[in-house]
């Protein structure tokens, strides 16, 4: 069976964006292939975390992919930093990737801004990290967003040359999966900009533990325009926000925007907001639920992060050993 390796950042505020673009596609995957999903607590601590919310943020993480259907019996759930493999061949990938590689990465310049001389050094290799952790595992597939198929052809730049360096096809060339209607869901006050956790503004996303009245309150005062939804796609052109209300309205209802339209074009968003609100509200409300139902037994979720920890040492060890051995590290 091939195998999938994907991550998310513990660092707060998980929300819509984080189900629809990549929570929701593990459960879909879950049977078809080998899975190994986990939280990067590595790769969030690239900017300063305070440490009891990081370890709590890496609970509801792991509450939220088993609240939303992933089997940590069948599938491997776990936070990076139980798993020292992942950041000792990261230091090796810092020896085979090029500076200018790394150079060409828009998410750092964007992350850094204009003072990018005060950002980490984690920041500014992180990508070489993130080959690690799906190398690491020899994963075939990883499911990303538009956002990330830039590191993944670093990843695929780093597997091709060690695989050209040391004369053998070692690391498998990671295939992306990259998924339909709202792989990338948009802030809700800005159609052109991500969803995102940073965001300074609470009322930009639809946090997965907001009750419902801030569900609803968030999408009736979500951006929009004035006018009403067109009957075809084409018509979302140059109304980002329109589209974005309209690409989560098809995620959440496993749809696509031209049906949406078919029964929403013409309408205002006086008629469709509504809809909108109490379709999100019922999708999530089960998972919220269980999530906090999970977070209320943090030792159950703990020992689920142990195991599926142990089960990552367990396939990450011998591979590493490999490398060592391709490149001439002495071992005992």
Same mark, same amino acid.
């Given at each position: ?111 850094? &801004? ?6 980490? %050094? $984690?920041? /500014? =290799?992180?990508? +070489? ?108 052109? &140059? ?6 209300? %309209? $690409?989560? /309205? =098809?995620?959440? +209802? ?79």
């Amino acid at each position: 069976m091939q195998r999938i390796f994907s991550g998310v950042q513990p660092t707060g505020n998980l929300h819509l964006g984080n189900y629809l673009g990549a929570i929701r596609n593990w459960v879909r995957l879950q049977n078809d292939y080998e899975c190994i999903f986990c939280m990067v607590d590595l790769h969030a601590i690239t900017v300063w975390q305070e440490p009891d919310q990081l370890r709590s943020n890496t609970r509801e993480v792991a509450a939220a992919m088993i609240a939303s259907g992933v089997d940590p019996e069948n599938n491997i759930i776990f936070n990076q930093s139980q798993v020292p493999q992942h950041a000792e061949l990261a230091w090796i990938f810092n020896c085979v990737a090029r500076l200018g590689w790394l150079d060409r990465m828009t998410q750092f310049k964007e992350k850094a &801004g204009k003072d990018k001389e005060r950002a980490s %050094v $984690g920041l /500014y =290799a992180y990508p +070489n990290l993130m080959a690690a952790d799906i190398l690491v595992y020899k994963a075939t597939h990883v499911p990303v967003g538009e956002d990330q198929k830039q590191h993944l052809e670093l990843c695929r730049d780093i597997a091709q040359k060690f695989n050209h360096d040391y004369e053998e096809d070692f690391f498998p060339i990671v295939e992306p999966l990259i998924f339909g209607e709202a792989t990338r869901v948009m802030s809700l006050r800005d159609g052109t900009s991500k969803m995102s956790k940073s965001d300074a503004s609470d009322a930009s996303r639809i946090n997965m533990t907001d009750d419902v009245d801030t569900i609803t309150k968030k999408i009736r005062r979500a951006r929009t325009d004035a006018e009403p939804l067109p009957m075809e796609v084409a018509g979302l052109k &140059g109304r980002a926000e329109a589209a974005n209300l %309209v $690409g989560i /309205y =098809a995620a959440l +209802n496993d749809s696509s925007s031209a049906q949406v339209l078919a029964e929403f074009g013409g309408q205002g968003f006086g008629v469709f907001k509504p809809a909108l609100a109490d379709l999100a509200v019922d999708k999530l409300a089960t998972i919220q639920d269980e999530m906090r139902r999970l977070m209320a037994d943090p030792a159950h979720v703990d020992g689920i992060i142990r195991s599926g920890a142990e089960k990552a040492r367990a396939i990450a060890e011998p591979i590493l050993r490999e490398v060592h051995n391709k490149i001439g590290i002495l071992q005992p």
